[in-house]
């Protein structure tokens, strides 16, 4: 569980912020809280998050993932693993689940 409120994360509280804990990366999107393995699937590089065009990239390599993990630009050619995530008050709880719902308002 996640409080964006604490002072551990407040780059969460901000539109188009986000944060890499225990290799999970959290953005705060135009569509809401998306969480996702923070490894790129290329060579294992953590990956970032843009916010001008909702993408997560590798600064390694250059791979691109879009916001539902999915591969834009290689050469990764593997997708990021999704993570559920729910929000309830001002607590985001990930799990494991994939291919659920990503996002949370």
């Known amino acids: 569980m996640i409080d964006p409120g ?3 994360f407040p780059a969460l509280n901000n539109a188009d912020g986000f944060v890499l804990t225990s290799g999970i990366i ?3 999107t135009t569509s809401g809280y998306v969480t996702l393995s923070g490894t790129c699937t290329h060579q294992g590089i953590t990956v970032s998050y843009l916010s001008f065009n909702n993408t997560f990239t590798c ?3 250059g791979s691109v993932f879009s ?3 999915s591969v ?3 050469p990764a ?3 990021l693993r999704r993570k559920t995530v729910a929000k309830e008050e001002n607590i985001l709880t990930i799990s494991n689940n994939e291919d659920q719902n990503i996002y949370a308002r």
């Open 6 to 8: 604490q002072p551990t």
């Open 26 to 28: 959290i953005a705060n």
């Open 59 to 61: 600064p390694f390599h």
């Open 67 to 69: 916001a539902a993990g």
């Open 72 to 74: 834009l630009n290689g």
């Open 77 to 79: 050619s593997s997708p």
